[in-house]
Structure formats: structure tokens, C-alpha cells
């Protein structure tokens, strides 16, 4: 069975594609997800540490950049998401209190000059709504407003008319995950985004979906056909129930490591690791870190100095 919640168009993506294949292992249940690891918790990056506001709206992460949770709305449930908690929230979308109070936050600490639109989805929202978060958020001292999104994948129609919204932006982060979401639909909805000053795309590397040389190289090169950057590919967080998606951190590590060899640079993507309980991401590119045994590993966390004991849950 499906998850609950899967748009049309991607369900008829998968169906034309292929039933059983890695784009319907991205949406559908698994019994799997069942199988909690000691070393999963429900807030793997540690974003309650650093929530700011009445209802956790904005997270307070990193000193220059904040988070700001628009809706817990999208456009449909991933089955790796670490913050699906979140989707059975009865108020989905930033309130007009919760943005005021954002702001202010932003006002009285001017060291924040980026803010990033997250979720849920903020596309869930509509145009209008999203163009008085960016200039709210512009007029409390933000310089930069980035914004993430998975639409352009699972609803790329939503995006027709976006133009004057993504203008507004100065950096758009699409989420694809594998080369056959990149579609003809797909590149309309990118040429919408165009506006915005930069378009990125983030993965995340899953077990069974892109997790061969092969993949990633065909991502990267059919993400650079389409104009847009390779930025991050995520290693899955500590979160409950997806460890069917996670490979050997060492596999991954040789993976990303056999990339260069096949891609120009600016199409290489960056391993990173959220070190949980908040204390920061850090780049797996083979420095920075002890093995200390099978599956666990020592790094140093960006955010505290600290050392820190990481266990892998496979």
C-alpha cells in the first residue's frame, strides 16, 4: 500500500515507471519502519534544542542562519522524513502571531542574515502568503531567504506562476532524489524557479534508491542538464524506523569518494552527517573522524568542539 498521502502526478510516475521500483520505496509503507533502533529518536537533528517562539517555529541553529517552519503541510509523506511527527500538527501553517514573533527574534539578534523557508513544504502555501513571510522576514534584518522544496518532484504544476515569488529569493533548494524525477514536468516547474539567484538541489542517500556510483553519477549529471547545483546529499538521520534506508557510513564514504573520478567538481555533491542532539553538520569527506569500532565512530562537533560518539543504526 501507498502512504496516505501521494500526489496524482507522482503516483502516475511511479506507475509508468516502474511498481515495485526506488521511486515507490520513497512513498510507500513498510513494515520495516517498525523496526525502532536503539540508537533512533524522535528528534534526530535536535531541533528542540534550539526552538525559539511559543510553538517551535523558528530553530536557532547555527549563528548566522535561522529556520523558520512555514506549515507542516506537504505534498506528500516521505517515508525517510525526519520530521514526520510533525504532520499530525492540527495548526499546519504559520500563524500571523507565530510570524510576529519570529521577527522579532530576528530584530533583536543581528547576526542572523540568512533565513531558510522550511516545513513541511512552504510551496503548501500559497503565493501570496509566501511573499508576506519573505518580506516580513526581509524587514526583521534578514539579507538572504532561501527556500526548500520538494514540489517541483511530486506536484510540478504548482509551480506555473511562481516566477514573481521565486525572484524574491536568493537561493531555491529542490529535493530529487533519483534521475527519473527529473522529468519534462520537472524542467517546466525549474524554469519557474528560474527567478530565484540560485537553484540547488539536496539528496538523501537511501538504501535501494541511489546508493550505487551509477545513480549518483546519473543524478548529478541530469541535475547539472537541468541547471541546477548539486548541494548536499544527506547520510539519513537517527530517525525512527527508516534504517532500512541507511547504508555503511563507510560505503557512503567510498561512494562519494569515487565521484570526482567521473564528475566535474560543481557537480559533485557534499556527504554530510547531522551529528544528533543538534550539535551540527559536518562533511564526510574522509578527514575529521576515528573509527573506533564496527559502526561507531568519534567526530568533532562543528557547533560545541565537543568529541562526540556516533553509532550507526543499520
Known sequence: MFAEKITPYYRNLIDRICPDGPLASMVRHSDRERQIRPEERADPTGDGRWQRGANGRLIHHYPGRALLLVTDRCAAHCRFCFRRHRLSRPSPDLTTEELTEACAYLAAHGEIHEVILSGGDPLSLADEDLTAVIGAVRKAGARSVRLHTRYPVYDPARCEGFGPVAAQL???????NHRLEITPEFLRAVRALRPARFLLNQSVLLKGVNDTEEELVGLSVALGEAGILPYYLHYPDLAPGISHFRIPLESAMRLVQALPGRLPGYLVPRLI?????????????GQGRRRRAAGVYLFTAPLTGETVTYREAL
Open 170 to 176: 536568493d537561493a531555491i533548494v529542490v529535493h530529487v
Open 273 to 285: 552527517l547531522d551529528i544528533p542532539d543538534g550539535k551540527g553538520k559536518i562533511v564526510l569527506a
